[in-house]
Every structure is written in structure tokens, then in C-alpha cells.
Nanobody
């Protein structure tokens, strides 16, 4: 099982980024997928979830209305569109199922 996250970078407050995560080694379309983040000195937190069937989504309150999770089962890829970014969104972002191994993550830094 492997997850390869990309799309992070440095962005000014109010800006946007789109993260991608390519998964391999398992039946991607059969699993709910999640985005997590870990800010310096803080515990890793669940940011967004998309279910495997209906594609229903759920978000932590701090990102509702700003972030959108989506998936492309044909490409084994899950995305996180992040708009209206704030400095407190600065973190390493990871994708994963609800269990198992982690990828290397992608760094998002929101700063002027």
C-alpha cells in the first residue's frame, strides 16, 4: 500500500491550492478516503472524508465551506481543493484510509 501526496507549497492568505494523492496497492474504489493534517507541535487531525460508494463528504468544522474533497476512482486519486487559505491551515497534509500506513505528506504553508 502506498500513498503519494503532492500539490503543496507556499501561498498567501486567501489563496488556493489543490492537493492530490495517488494511491496504490489496494482496491481504491472500495474504501473511504481521508485527508489529515499535522501542524508543528500539534497532533494529526482528520480534515475531510469521502465515502467509497456515494461519495458523501464530511469536514472538520474549521475547513467547512473552504475545502472540498473529491476522488477519481479511475485514477486511484483523491483530491483536496483548498480555498480562502488561512495561516492556521499551515501543516503537512496526508491522505490515507482510516487505517494502515502513511505517505510522506505534502507541506502547505500559508504566509504573507
Amino acid at each position: 500500500v502506498q500513498f503519494v501526496e503532492s500539490g503543496g507549497g507556499l501561498v498567501q492568505p486567501g489563496g488556493s491550492l489543490r492537493l492530490s494523492c495517488v494511491a496504490s496497492g489496494f482496491a481504491f474504489s472500495s474504501y473511504d478516503m481521508n485527508w489529515y493534517r499535522q501542524a508543528p507541535g500539534k497532533e494529526r487531525e482528520l480534515v475531510a472524508t469521502i465515502t467509497n460508494g456515494s461519495g458523501r463528504t464530511n469536514y472538520v468544522d474549521s475547513v467547512k465551506g473552504r475545502f472540498t474533497i473529491s476522488r477519481d476512482n479511475a485514477k486511484n486519486t483523491v483530491y483536496l481543493q483548498m480555498n480562502s487559505l488561512k495561516p492556521e491551515d499551515t501543516a503537512v497534509y496526508y491522505c490515507r484510509r482510516s487505517f494502515g500506513s502513511w505517505g510522506q505528506g505534502t507541506q502547505v504553508t500559508v504566509s504573507s
